[in-house]
T-cell receptor, first 112, second 114 residues
């Protein structure tokens, strides 16, 4: 059973564009929502994270929007660059169980 | 700190052989996770430990897979006997239990079973 649904599976944008990656969850026990960035041959690394009591969080060019009532959250990358080309995973964390569940990933390609 | 250290980085083995993957978590972290990554299924949580105790192994695909954490600084994931469908990248990650801090991932072990 997939607890975190992520879309799209892949995304191609031009340099300067704003890719948007969406995730949805069902389990209301999730209480922390990180996004991970993974480059080929590397392990995932934390990019940005949000708690459900906040509707938006911005760090540099990366923004998470969170809709608690809809149980959805999304990642926006402003002014995207070729160096942002990577696979992005949303995740949901259950603090009481210390368990991190990942979405299926979005492969982003930023072209010149 | 050197981060989460996994070994080997690459492993090629024949079907039916035993495979052991190793992980050294970040010092002081008391939660450890094993994930498997494939193109078809993405990142799957296999098992995780809190304070060296297995908490949830519901993601372990079958009895051929086993994981141990004999102490706070070492964990193994064993596959016996291995099958071609076990070919994947296996990641180990560690974090501080009960906090919202990030899980730090190792570089992964790419396993190929031929």
């Amino acid at each position: 059973q997939q607890q975190v649904k992520q879309s799209p599976q892949s995304l191609i944008v031009q340099k300067g564009g704003i890719p948007i990656i969406n995730c949805a969850y069902e389990n209301t026990a999730f209480d922390y929502f990180p996004w991970y960035q993974q480059f080929p041959g590397k392990g995932p690394a934390l990019l940005i994270a949000i708690r459900p009591d906040v509707s938006e969080k911005k760090e540099g060019r990366f923004t998470i929007s969170f809709n608690k009532s809809a149980k959805q959250f999304s990642l926006h990358i402003m002014d995207s660059q070729p160096g942002d080309s990577a696979t992005y995973f949303c995740a949901a964390y259950t603090g009481t169980a210390s368990k991190l569940t990942f979405g299926t990933g979005t492969r982003l390609q930023v072209t010149l | 700190d050197a981060g989460v250290i996994q070994s080997p980085r690459h492993e090629v083995t024949e079907m039916g052989q035993e495979v052991t993957l190793r992980c050294k978590p970040i010092s002081g972290h008391n939660s450890l996770f094993w994930y498997r990554q494939t193109m078809m299924r993405g990142l799957e949580l296999l098992i995780y430990f809190n304070n060296n105790v297995p908490i949830d192994d519901s993601g372990m695909p079958e009895d051929r897979f086993s994981a141990k954490m004999p102490n706070a600084s070492f964990s193994t994931l064993k596959i016996q006997p291995s099958e071609p469908r076990d070919s994947a990248v296996y990641f180990c990650a560690s974090s501080l239990f009960g906090s919202d801090t990030e899980a730090f991932f190792g570089q992964g072990t790419r396993l190929t079973v031929v």
